[in-house]
């Protein structure tokens, strides 16, 4: 685990800061105090080797096919490593990937693709609310910041992280440098893949996901056909957030195909003392092969919404992938029957 190095109290945040001197090529270039000796020097020697040289720069030749080729043999490898993956998350905001990375690090043996309508991934977890940048935790939610390497001011009973962006951009960034996961960026989950299970009460058991490219999902009104793709997996963690374009997507699919017995609950009005707890205690496998987290759960369960504030989004993304350690075998076995 990372140590809460970036805890501090007001005295240690207001204190003025030094500066340090570094000379490139003779001359004085002033950097912040907050780098350390090791950054400083790096960028030092990043300066010195680009500095009074502009004049002769050039960029190495390449030919245009070149780029076009690099970028779409990894692109269709991976779309041929990962139409068999161990594990499909649907969402790729806070809680999806809050989900990635604990069980990418739990499992590192396992193939797991993230598949994210936008083409920005994220979700609402670049802004705390209402267009403000700071992000709210409720504690014990610094737990998972502790564990990512995530600056926060400790403020009791809540921590505050400066910017939400420093928080999705530190947490993607683990995420996607990780070996044994793949995010699927501007590509939408059209659909389940199911099987028949007449002696369970949803009748199914989910096997993977039916995928298209989100610019063709959003035209299938206005064109002709345009089928979709396919990957199978044991098991699906579904965190595709609240009613919305794309939202509650597993959820609203389930009730369509008249898996869950008693229908959706529909998300309640903010009450945020219910509503985080509610969130964290209740993401689970809600058929056999799909897991559901984060504010989906409130679509499903009735739950109230949470507001601006996200550590029930970190908890249920570590508790997804819990219950996905504890009944992947199980679901692998079925799905390979």
């Known amino acids: ?53 502009w004049d002769s720069f050039r960029f190495a030749p390449i030919r245009e096919s ?28 806070s809680c999806g990937l809050s989900a990635a990375y604990t069980l990418a690090n739990a499992r590192p043996d396992l ?6 309508a936008s083409v920005s991934p994220g979700g609402g977890c670049w802004l705390g609310g ?38 999705m951009s530190t947490l993607m960034s683990k995420v996607l440098a990780m070996p044994n996961v793949k995010l699927f960026n501007a590509t939408c989950v059209e659909d389940l893949i199911t099987r028949s299970a007449p002696e369970l009460p949803s009748g199914v058991r989910i096997c993977g996901v039916v ?41 609203k699919r389930l009730e369509s195909m008249k898996a869950l017995p008693n229908g959706l609950g529909g998300m309640r009005g903010l009450d945020m ?22 504010m989906e759960l409130s679509e499903l369960d009735g739950a109230n919404r949470m507001g601006p504030t996200f550590g029930a989004m970190c908890l249920s993304g570590v508790k997804a992938a819990e219950e996905a350690l504890k009944v992947w075998e199980i679901r692998r076995k079925e799905c390979a029957a």
Not at 131 to 147: C, G, N, T
Not at 241 to 251: E, I, L, Q, R, V
Request: aromatic share 6%; proline share 5%; with cysteine.
């Open 273 to 294: 003392n219910s509503a985080e707890d509610a969130i964290v205690k209740n993401t689970r496998e809600v058929v056999p092969g799909l897991i559901m987290g984060g």
């Open 1 to 53: 685990m990372t140590p809460p190095i970036a805890i501090y109290d007001d005295a240690e945040r207001l204190s003025p800061v030094p500066t340090k001197s570094i000379s490139i090529n003779g001359k004085p270039a002033v950097t912040s105090g907050a780098v350390t000796d090791g950054n400083a020097a790096s960028q030092t020697k990043l300066l010195a080797e680009f500095a009074d040289k």
């Open 66 to 93: 070149t780029v076009s080729r690099a970028m779409t043999r990894r692109y269709f490898n991976d779309l041929d490593t990962y139409a068999e993956s161990d594990v499909v998350i649907v969402g790729a905001g």
């Open 130 to 167: 209402q267009l403000f940048s700071a992000m709210v935790l409720r504690k014990p939610a610094q737990k998972f910041l502790e564990d990512v390497g995530i600056a926060y001011e400790d403020e009791g009973d809540y921590v505050v992280v400066k910017h939400a962006a420093l928080f």
């Open 211 to 251: 995928t298209n490219w989100t610019l063709v999902t959003i035209h299938h009104d206005d064109h002709s056909c345009m089928d979709p793709n396919t990957i199978n997996a044991p098991l699906i963690i579904s965190t595709t957030g609240h009613d919305g374009p794309f939202g509650a997507f597993s959820a």
């Open 111 to 116: 193939k797991i693709a993230i598949i994210e």
